[in-house]
Nanobody, 115 residues
Framework: QVQLVESGGGLVQPGGSMRLSCAAS????????MAWYRQAPGKTRELVAS??????NYANSVKGRFTISRDNAKNTVYLQMNSLKPEDTAVYYC??????????WGQGTQVTVSS
């Protein structure tokens, strides 16, 4: 079992920056990859960025603006979001894919981009 706790959401103006954090606990050794997803009202949950080892992947809509990184010593994954747009408004979820194929999810954190 892996538990994930997100933090860092809130309200930010368009063009601003925000960093989300996801702290993992439990069976850390079983984590194969981690990712950030988001879900806007009325829309399906979508992949924002993922990281496995030194390899990262981004949705086209956030390339060049968002950066996913990890601190293994702190068992934490980050999502640095720059040049935020109103369309980035969503609940952001941290995800961990375990070596067993099981997905673990955090509770989500709201990000609102508005003036």
């Amino acid at each position: 079992q892996v538990q994930l706790v997100e933090s860092g959401g809130g309200l930010v103006q368009p063009g601003g920056s925000m960093r989300l954090s996801c702290a993992a606990s439990g069976s850390i050794f079983s984590i194969y990859a981690m990712a950030w997803y988001r879900q806007a009202p009325g829309k399906t949950r979508e992949l924002v960025a993922s990281i496995r080892g030194d390899s990262t992947n981004y949705a086209n809509s956030v390339k060049g603006r968002f950066t996913i990184s990890r601190d293994n010593a702190k068992n934490t994954v980050y999502l640095q979001m720059n040049s935020l747009k109103p369309e980035d408004t969503a609940v952001y979820y941290c995800n961990a894919v375990l070596s067993t194929g099981i997905n673990s999810w955090g509770q989500g954190t709201q990000v609102t981009v508005s003036s």
